[in-house]
């Protein structure tokens, strides 16, 4: 293993329960075979980070234990194992968060993202990236090029679910597309499916600052929903005929029937956003009638190299609002779950701000 220069402890911020973030110091990991060891740069505050740390738990995913969030992270390469071949010590890297077994049946497919053991970071019982240093798998490691700044790395993660929605519904060139919901997930689509080709981009929001910015990133059409129906809307800019396809981001069963009802005889709906409800009630004849195809987004797959491209001509900077060091987790935990109408991106810095 090449390993020098290293401190022996790092902080880190636990999650002791909902609310309660304490920094703690740990031993930083050690490294072996194919392992590497990251020193992390930049970390953005996902939903499902506030969701934790607000009710310690999404779905069947329970926090029992104290534990690390965080997974939209990006470092520099500071230790390798001894198999590692495809880094070497001071490389820039995004991270992919999920590690797979890479031998189950989904796997093999390429539908990593499906594979049942899959360890994903700050996902219970794995711990996450709000660490000074950061121990993963070589595999999932990618280089990102010296103009990348460590914030745009990061937001490689929630732009990868975009990127994964458009290829499973196969966007094409030219494609109508409505995005309900734009939170951080919902805006980083919006800059997806322009990469993907769309030419008319609707989406709809109640916030007016995150419309604004969804037209930064390239929304051709702005929709506050607090000003009437926004199916109305959606089938005047589309000339009474609907989207080719549609996202929903917001995990809202209201927004879920409004992205139902946007699509075209023939389209599609991707569901991105997960509602707190398991069950919704949907129009079964407007699906059946109109051949509506209604695809699941879980995560991404083989996604990642392809956002880095992508980022190389898509500047995501302006969505990050809000900065904060490691020892301000809390803070910055906060500021994402309560500051909606301001905040569109926090990030965190765990070694410190980086400088300009």
Known sequence: MNQHELPAVMKAAVMNKPFEIEIKEMDVPGVQGDEVLVKVMAVGVCGSDIH???????GRYVVEKPIILGHECAGIVVAIGEKVTKF???????????????????CK????????????????PIDGAFVQYLKHREDFLFPIPDELSFEEAALVEPFSVGIHASKRSQLQPGSSVAIMGMGPVGLTAVAAVKAFGASNIIVTDLEANRL??????????AVNIANGDPNEQILQITNGKGVDIAFETAGNPHALRSALKAVKR????AI?????????????????????DIFGI????NTYSQGIEFLKTTDLTSLITDKFVLEETKEALERARVNKKESLKVIVYPNGYIEE
Do not use: M, S, W
Request: aromatic fraction near 8%.
């Open 88 to 106: 070497k010590i001071g490389d820039r890297v995004a991270i992919e968060p999920g590690i797979t077994c890479g031998k189950c049946e989904y």
């Open 52 to 58: 934790y740390y607000e009710h310690g738990r999404i």
């Open 272 to 292: 991105v956003g997960l509602p707190p409800q398991d069950e919704i009630a949907l129009n079964v004849p407007l699906i059946a009638d109109n051949e509506l």
């Open 266 to 269: 023939g389209g599609k709906l």
């Open 109 to 124: 497919q390429g539908r990593y993202n499906l594979c049942p053991d899959v360890e994903f970071l700050a996902t219970p």
């Open 212 to 221: 604004e910015a969804a037209k930064r990133l390239g929304a051709t059409h």
């Open 298 to 301: 879980f995560r991404y797959a």
